[in-house]
């Protein structure tokens, strides 16, 4: 399984950008799916999740500002981020693991840059 990630690039504080993330493959079963995102310096750190069915979490430093879908048939997970801070820049990578077996899967990443 193969995840795909696009929508990355460089917005002003304040604007907005979308991202999104298709699993591909063969026998494709996804459980959870989010997005987590790395600073410069800084440790990756989890930005928002959703299961399968739905239920959403996001990081305090994130809530009310993004919002995380996903399209089952698709295998999709999207990020739809508003009110983008300085602090939001950071390269943003999916993620998912597998419903039946014991395996997780990265995207390769897309970069956010934030700026005023």
């Known amino acids: 399984v193969q995840l795909q990630a696009s929508g990355g690039g460089s917005v002003q504080t304040g604007g907005s950008l979308g991202l999104s993330c298709a699993a591909s493959g063969s026998y494709i079963s996804i459980n959870v799916m989010a997005w987590y995102r790395q600073a410069p310096g800084k440790q990756r750190e989890l930005v928002a999740i959703?299961?399968?069915?739905?239920?959403?979490n996001y990081a305090d430093s994130v809530k009310g500002r993004f919002t995380i879908s996903r399209l089952n048939a698709k295998n999709t997970v999207y990020l739809q981020m508003n009110s983008l801070k300085a602090g939001d820049t950071a390269v943003y990578y999916c993620?998912?693991?597998?419903?039946?077996?014991?395996?997780?899967?990265w995207g390769q990443g897309t970069l956010v840059t934030v700026s005023s």
């Open positions: 959703i299961t399968r069915g739905g239920s959403t």
């Open positions: 993620y998912a693991n597998d419903l039946f077996r014991d395996l997780a899967y």
